[in-house]
C-alpha cells in the first residue's frame, strides 16, 4: 500500500507531465497554425496568379510545374518527396520521428507549385510534414529523447490535419489514429487534442476561414434506415479499395520505368493533359468546387471517383507533390453521389457520408472521420456516419493509402498477422474457425481460405 508521502509524490509527477506537456503542444499549435495559415494563404494567391493566365499557358505549365516541383524536393529534401503524411508515419516508425528542417520550405513551395498548376494532389499532407518537421526540430532544440521526439511530432500531425480542414477534434483523433491500425496511444491524447486546436484557432486569427455545412436531411434511426446505411457502408469500402489500388498501380508503374527521374513528371504532366482533354479540368487541382457541389446535392459525373484516384495517382506517381486526403474526400463525395443516383435517397445526405466514410476506409481512420463528420456537418450526422465509416473501414481489409501505417491488430479473426508490422508488409494467416470460404486477395498473391484452413496459389 503506497504511504501518503508516494501519493503525494505521484500526483506531483502527473501533474508536471501535464504542465509540461500542455505547453510544449501548445507553442506546437501556436506554430503549426501560423505555418498552415501561411501556406493556405500563399497557396490561394499561387490558384489566382495561375487562374489569369490564358487557357494555353496553363495546361503548358502543369508539366513544367511538376518538373520543377520534383528537382526541388529531389535535390534539397528528399525526405519531402511524395504526400507528407506518408512520410511522417514512415518517420516515426523507422527514424524516431527525426526530419530535417529542410522538408518545411521545400514541402512548402513544392505543394504549392504542384497545386497552382493543376496537379491533382492534397493540403493536408503538406501541412502534417510541416508540422513534424517544426516539431521534430524543437525536439532536437530541447534535446528530447526519442519516445518524447516522437510524441511531439505527432502533435504536428494534429495541427496541421486541424489547421487545414478546420477540424480541431478530429485532426487531433487523426494524428494518434493514423499510425497503427487497431491500436491508439492514449498517453499523446492531451498534447494532440492541445496542438489541434490552438493550431485551428491560431488559423483562425490569422484570417483562414473554413466552410461548414449543416444537414438537414438525415433519416431517423430506424430498422430501414440501418439497412442502407449498412449497404452504403459497403459500397463505400469497396469505393476505398478501388482508390487504394488505383494510387499503388499508377505509383507502381512511375517506379518501374527506366528514364531518368527528371522525364517522369513530364510524363505524368502530358497524361493529366491527354486526360484532361478526355474528360474535361474537373479533376485538376483539389477539385473543392466538386466536392461542394455534391455535397450540396447537385449531379456530378458518375465516374468522377475514378478518374480523380487516376488524376491523383499520376500527379503523385510522377513526382509531384502534395497530399492524400483531400483527393480521397473527392472521391468519398463524389461516390456518394452515385449511391444516391442509384438508390434514390438524398444527395447531400449521401455525399456527407461518403466524404467521410471512404476517409475512414482509405486511411484506417474510423474514430477520425466519424468525429470530421460531426464538426462538418453537425452532431446528428454521428449514430449513422460513425455505422457507414466503420463498415467501410472493415471492408477495406488491410490495405491504406499510408503503406507505412502499422498494422497492429487485425480487423477481423480471419485476417491474422504474425506481428506488428507495416501494411504494406503484412501476411495474411490462415485461420481455421471462419465458417464460410474467403477468397483474399493480398500482394498479388491468390489466396483460398476454407473450413480446413487451406491455402491454394
Not at 516541383?69 to 523507422?94: D, F, Y
Not at 526519442?146 to 494524428?175: M, N, Q, Y
Amino acid at each position: 500500500m503506497n504511504s501518503p508521502a508516494q501519493k503525494v509524490g505521484e500526483l506531483l509527477s502527473l501533474l508536471y507531465s501535464v504542465l509540461k506537456w500542455f505547453l510544449l503542444a501548445l507553442i506546437a499549435g501556436v506554430l503549426v497554425g501560423a505555418t498552415a495559415a501561411l501556406f493556405l494563404n500563399l497557396l490561394h494567391d499561387g490558384e489566382l496568379i495561375v487562374a489569369g493566365f490564358a487557357p494555353w499557358l496553363r495546361y503548358v505549365l502543369l508539366p513544367l510545374g511538376l518538373l520543377a516541383s520534383t528537382l526541388l524536393v529531389v535535390r534539397l529534401a528528399p525526405e519531402a518527396k511524395g504526400h507528407g503524411t506518408e512520410k511522417v508515419i514512415e518517420a516515426i516508425h523507422r527514424k524516431a520521428g527525426r526530419m530535417t528542417i529542410a522538408v518545411i520550405p521545400v514541402k512548402l513551395v513544392a505543394t504549392i507549385i504542384t497545386l497552382s498548376v493543376g496537379g491533382s494532389a492534397g493540403k493536408e499532407g503538406p501541412c502534417a510534414q510541416i508540422g513534424a518537421g517544426i516539431t521534430s526540430t524543437l525536439a532536437t532544440w530541447f534535446r528530447f529523447n526519442d519516445e518524447d521526439r516522437k510524441k511531439l511530432v505527432i502533435c504536428g500531425i494534429s495541427a496541421g490535419f486541424a489547421a487545414i480542414f478546420g477540424t480541431p477534434v478530429a485532426g487531433a483523433v487523426f494524428g494518434i489514429e493514423v499510425l497503427f491500425i487497431g491500436q491508439m496511444f492514449y498517453d499523446v491524447m492531451l498534447p494532440s487534442f492541445v496542438s489541434g486546436i490552438v493550431a485551428y484557432h491560431t488559423a483562425l486569427l490569422l484570417g483562414i476561414t473554413y466552410p461548414s455545412q449543416t444537414l438537414y436531411v438525415v433519416p431517423a434511426l430506424s430498422g430501414s434506415a440501418l439497412l442502407w446505411v449498412l449497404a452504403a457502408g459497403v459500397f463505400f469500402g469497396i469505393v476505398s479499395l478501388v482508390h487504394i489500388e488505383s494510387l499503388g498501380v499508377v505509383e507502381r508503374f512511375f517506379h518501374r520505368l527506366r528514364i531518368p527521374y527528371w522525364q517522369k513528371p513530364l510524363l505524368g504532366g502530358f497524361l493529366l493533359l491527354g486526360a484532361t482533354f478526355l474528360f474535361g479540368p474537373l479533376y485538376l487541382g483539389l477539385g473543392m468546387e466538386t466536392v461542394n457541389a455534391a455535397l450540396a446535392g447537385s449531379p456530378v459525373p458518375p465516374v468522377a471517383f475514378l478518374l480523380k484516384s487516376l488524376f491523383t495517382g499520376v500527379t503523385l506517381g510522377c513526382g509531384g507533390s502534395g497530399g492524400i486526403v483531400t483527393p480521397t474526400l473527392f472521391v468519398g463525395a463524389t461516390a456518394g453521389s452515385l449511391f444516391a443516383l442509384i438508390t434514390g435517397l438524398d444527395g447531400t445526405f449521401c455525399a456527407a457520408l461518403g466524404l467521410t466514410s471512404v476517409l475512414a476506409g482509405a486511411a484506417n481512420t474510423p474514430v477520425a472521420a466519424t468525429i470530421m463528420a460531426m464538426e462538418l456537418f453537425g452532431a446528428q450526422l454521428a449514430p449513422l456516419g460513425a455505422l457507414s465509416a466503420i463498415i467501410a473501414f472493415v471492408i477495406s481489409g488491410h490495405r491504406s493509402v499510408y503503406p507505412s501505417q502499422v498494422l497492429a491488430r487485425p480487423k477481423s479473426r480471419i485476417l491474422l498477422v504474425e506481428k506488428a508490422v507495416p501494411v504494406d508488409e503484412s501476411l495474411l494467416k490462415r485461420h481455421t474457425s471462419d465458417l464460410l470460404p474467403v477468397r483474399l486477395w493480398l500482394r498479388g498473391k491468390r489466396l483460398w481460405v476454407g473450413r480446413k484452413g487451406r491455402r491454394l496459389q
